[in-house]
């Protein structure tokens, strides 16, 4: 079974929001569809956009582009949903290398506003690194912008480092997964 359908009930939880969304988890990881094309265009906020690097969701038709990933490098998309409000967020990656001990992948995600500050996102960032690490990737790469502080406080607490800053808008966050993953365990 793949860890993307893993239940989060595997002892991943450490903050103190989590033994509220275990009391209810209802969150899955599942593939991307173009179907959510429409959820993604009512739930992707302006500021969200901003902090991917993209334009604001103005239609129907760039909400498909979002969710099939065009123009992205990313290969792998999938969706993090909730039973009961559907569509919250995604995550995707793309290789950027497939060189043995330097396969390097890089990182993007996204979570609606209600549902951020609550270990949603850090759950499925770990399910995503077991699936990242079967699949042969040992290092992840997330770029971040340099106001993003939230999503930078995130990355460090699942054991990113910042590496350069790309330029003066954005700053460059490494991960090396075997590490991690040998280190802590299933993650």
């Known amino acids: 079974m793949s860890p993307l359908a893993l239940h989060s009930g595997s002892g991943l939880h450490e903050s103190a929001c989590d033994v509220e ?7 899955l990881l ?7 094309a429409e959820a993604a265009l009512r739930k992707v906020s302006e500021q969200t956009c901003h902090n991917l690097g993209i334009d604001a969701l103005g239609d129907i038709r760039c909400a498909r582009r979002f969710v099939q990933g065009c123009g992205s490098q ?9 039973t009961v409000a559907g569509l919250i967020g995604g995550l ?12 390097i992948a890089e990182l993007s995600y996204w979570l609606t506003e209600s549902f ?4 949603v996102m850090t759950w499925a960032l770990k399910q995503l690194f077991m699936e990242m690490a079967q699949q042969g990737i040992n290092k992840v ?7 993003n502080v ?21 700053r460059s966050y ?8 040998g280190s802590k365990g299933a993650a």
């Open 21 to 27: 969304l275990q009391q209810s988890w209802p969150f």
């Open 30 to 36: 599942t593939p991307i569809y173009r179907e959510d």
């Open 74 to 82: 990313h290969q792998c998309r999938y969706a993090i949903r909730h």
């Open 92 to 103: 995707a990656y793309g290789r950027l290398s497939y060189i043995g001990s330097a396969d």
């Open 116 to 119: 951020r500050g609550r270990g």
């Open 141 to 147: 790469v997330a770029n971040v912008y340099v106001e």
């Open 150 to 170: 939230k999503s930078q406080t995130l990355l460090c607490r699942l054991g990113f480092h910042q590496a350069h800053n790309v330029d003066v808008a954005i």
């Open 174 to 181: 490494h991960l090396a997964l075997n590490e991690r993953l």
